[in-house]
């Protein structure tokens, strides 16, 4: 508030971290301006329907009277109303009535979650022509970055370290500042790998570990496997989430949870699972219902544990009881993952902390462990063809990886065959904290993180953290030993011994992979055909041994 009215800006761009209270700033530097005179009319640009009706109400309690229905067709509005709130897709229909009405008055244009107007070009071009004449323009966000080099309307562009194009914000407000002021929660993501087993659209049946080194492709597959409902992985990790949120509940009694799904029917049968976990029923969220922000404010002011959502959750919506979460969507984008992420860490009292649930697929950690990282919207890099002739090449491959089109069609009639899941690690504060060897779900070592108190602050979350790992460590330590002693060779249950010799094969053929660019599912098929019997997830412990023995003759023969 100081830095803006110390300065007085035509535009000015505020970023924050989600639930470091964004709508507040806003809303009190309107109020100010109207009590100063120096507009008279407001103007809120917003993402969503929903997020209209949250602005509007957030506006009421300020004593800011804003319409939320309002369309550019309608004209006028009510003389109630001192403003209106309208989204970005709204804008881009008619940009020419929102210009009309914004030379009409003096008007403060606040353009919540920005980035958005760089959605698409007609988006980004219907907000420039129709707020080009406000009197005074307040952009915020709490995600500047995009993957596209979409310029953000009214957002100043200044050359980075590199000369490159680099968003510059009035004012920043991150989350580890928010953290260190406890005005967000500390988050703990909780990891879960284990074994997938799927067929392709050419017939091969491919088994792999989910979060091991594998091709952008396999990595798809393998995650699509995991979050496919009819599998083991999905009911598991549903299973933990619930026994966390009972935990939270003990502290926090009216806590919630949110599942964010890829797609509808992923959606609906998600809350089947949870209805027979939890024994309630799940609120589901879809966008294309028109009681969805209904459900969306009975959830945030009941006491129901679980709401399964698709996308109508990801930004800015405000249940401030969300506590634990379950991240069951395909999309793993930075921008998507900081946006869902975002509905967890809201803050109401001091010590309470956010638990997210997420498969352990390699771009989602990198993800969780720089959460505390600020990132500003980069248009290009710039491309030095003296420096490196392949720059542009470079830069139109880096392009093409990042989107997920390029695998679309591989897996258009793949089928997921089999999961399992396993409790992998817990992220916390750039750290990593687990136990060693492959730890069950359901297991003392599970609940050693499961069961960690809702209500701690992150100096005493990461010394608990640190403390269940080195106990637990010292316990397997002191098993072992007795084990060693009592019998070298210590029987192990069948599930275990097929888990480790999977584990060893699936290792040798990634190793394989590393030294001769062999795709791990060819080198399985090839096993297969050599040693005979099913995929990997449902060999025998003697059809797995065998194929272990066979790879390792081929590194021989190699090597010779």
Not at 110 to 124: K, T
Not at 152 to 164: L, Q, R
Not at 310 to 323: H, N
Not at 425 to 447: I, Y
Request: aromatic fraction near 6%; glycine fraction near 8%; charged fraction near 25%.
């Amino acid at each position: 508030m100081k830095r803006y009215f110390d300065t007085n800006p035509r535009d000015f761009l505020a970023v924050a971290t989600p639930g470091a209270g964004k709508t507040t700033f806003a809303l009190s530097v309107a109020a100010e301006l109207l009590g100063r005179r120096m507009v008279d009319r407001i103007t809120i640009v917003a993402p969503t329907e929903h997020l209209k009706l949250q602005w509007a109400e957030a506006a009421a309690r300020a004593g800011i009277p804003i319409d939320p229905t309002y369309s550019a067709g309608k004209g006028k509005t009510s003389q109630d109303f001192v403003g209106i709130a309208v989204t970005y897709a709204g804008v881009a229909v008619n940009p020419l009535a929102m210009r009309i009405r914004t030379e009409r008055f003096k008007t403060l244009v606040i353009l919540d979650e920005v980035h958005h107007a760089g959605d698409a070009l007609s988006w980004g071009e219907g907000v420039r022509e129709a707020f080009e004449p406000a009197t005074r323009r307040l952009a915020l966000t709490g995600t500047p970055f995009r993957s596209d080099i979409n310029p953000i309307p009214f957002v100043t562009y200044a050359p980075g370290d590199d000369g490159t194009p680099t968003s510059v914000a009035d004012y920043a407000y991150g989350y580890a500042h928010a953290l260190a002021d406890h005005v967000v929660r500390p988050v703990l993501f909780m990891a879960y790998s284990g074994e997938m087993q799927w067929r392709t659209r050419a017939g091969d049946e491919i088994a792999a570990r989910l979060g091991e080194p594998l091709t952008k492709d396999m990595t798809s597959q393998a995650l699509r496997t995991a979050l496919d409902p009819k599998g083991s992985w999905m009911p598991s990790v549903l299973t933990a989430a619930d026994m966390r949120l009972d935990e939270v509940r003990r502290h926090v009694p009216d806590a919630g949870g949110l599942v964010i799904a890829s797609d509808q029917d992923s959606a609906r049968a998600y809350a089947k699972l949870l209805r027979q976990i939890a024994g309630e029923p799940a609120t589901v969220v879809l966008s294309d219902e028109k009681a969805a922000s209904k459900k969306i404010t009975e959830f945030s002011e009941g006491n129901q544990r679980w709401m399964v959502a698709v996308r109508m959750v990801s930004e800015g919506v405000d249940v401030p009881r969300l506590a634990v979460g379950v991240y069951a969507t395909t999309t793993s984008t930075p921008l998507f993952f900081a946006q869902a992420v975002g509905r967890f860490v809201r803050a109401r009292t001091r010590g309470e902390t956010a638990s997210v649930f997420l498969p352990s697929v390699p771009n989602l950690l990198g993800f969780a462990s720089e959460m505390e990282v600020q990132r500003d919207h980069v248009l290009k890099r710039k491309v030095n063809d003296e420096g490196d002739i392949f720059a542009a090449e470079n830069d139109l491959l880096a392009e093409a990886n990042a989107s997920d089109a390029a695998s679309d069609d591989l897996l258009g009639s793949f089928e997921a065959l089999g999961s399992e899941a396993r409790f992998d690690r817990v992220l916390f504060d750039g750290g990593e904290f687990g136990h060693e060897g492959e730890v069950h779900v359901g297991s003392e070592e599970e609940m050693d993180f499961l069961g960690i108190p809702g209500l701690l602050d992150p100096d005493q979350m990461r010394d608990l953290l640190h403390q269940r790992q080195s106990d637990r460590a010292k316990k397997q330590k002191a098993s072992s030993r007795v084990r060693d002693d009592a019998d070298s060779v210590a029987e192990v249950s069948t599930h275990e011994q097929l888990a480790v010799l999977r584990r060893e094969l699936n290792g040798l053929v990634a190793a394989w992979h590393h030294r001769t660019k062999q795709p791990h599912g060819i080198t399985h098929a090839a096993l297969r055909k050599e040693c005979g019997g099913p995929a990997a997830a449902v060999a025998t412990a003697q059809q797995l041994t065998a194929r272990i023995d066979r790879i390792r003759e081929w590194a021989v023969r190699k090597t010779s």
